[in-house]
Every structure is written in structure tokens, then in C-alpha cells.
């Protein structure tokens, strides 16, 4: 449990990510940013058009290449990539999102356990 709570406090914020056979980098957003996406797509559509188009707006504020933005905003990441391509770098980025902080939907057990290491 230490080392999960070292990777908490000190992890880092930035990983490698591989999108069509390219090695990038991904990296966990500030929480402003993700309120910030999730305020820009909360009246778009049905559903599955906000998730889409929040899910692009991630891709693009996530992943770099060379310290630079491998997208220029969420429309070049729809006119590039598949809504699977799209899913599964989100799907990625959530992945490792709760592995680097368990948050508040953490079963209590975990969180407790955390505390105590």
C-alpha cells in the first residue's frame, strides 16, 4: 500500500501511449480541466454525442508528442481518429487515472488502507 500512496502523492503525470503504432504521451489533466471539458459538452446533444465530443476534447488535451499537442482541439481529434480510437484512448486515460488517484468512489476499504500505510 505504500507504494500507492507514494504513486499518489508523487507519481508521475505523464506516460507513454501508443495511438496507430505512434509511441506519444499521455498525461492526466488538472481537475480545472476536466470540470472545464465537462461544462463545454453539457448541453451538446444526446448522450452519445456528448460523450464523443468530450472524449475528443480529452484526446486532444492529453496527448503530446515532443512536449506539443498532437491535436490541435477536439474537432481535429473527430476528423482524425474513430469513435473507437477516440473510446479507447479515453478508456486509457480513465484507466489510469484511478489507478494513479483512487478518489471518492473508492470502496472505503482502499482508501482506509491508503491511510494507514
Not at 492529453?62 to 499537442?69: E, M, S, T, Y
Not at 490541435?72 to 481529434?77: H, L, P, S
Request: with cysteine.
Amino acid at each position: 500500500m505504500e507504494e500507492a500512496l507514494l504513486t499518489l502523492l508523487y507519481g508521475k503525470r505523464e506516460r507513454p501511449f501508443c495511438l496507430r503504432g505512434e509511441t506519444v504521451t499521455m498525461t492526466l489533466l488538472p481537475a480545472a480541466q476536466l470540470l472545464e471539458l465537462r461544462a463545454a459538452c453539457a448541453g451538446e446533444g444526446d448522450a452519445f454525442v456528448r460523450a464523443l465530443r468530450m472524449g475528443a476534447d480529452l484526446v486532444a488535451r492529453c496527448l503530446q508528442k515532443d512536449g506539443a499537442p498532437l491535436f490541435e482541439n477536439g474537432r481535429a481529434v473527430l476528423e482524425a481518429l474513430s469513435a473507437e480510437e477516440i473510446n479507447g484512448a479515453v478508456a486509457a486515460y480513465e484507466a489510469w487515472s484511478r489507478e494513479a488517484d483512487p478518489g471518492f468512489d473508492s470502496a472505503g476499504e482502499e482508501i482506509q488502507a491508503l491511510k494507514k500505510d
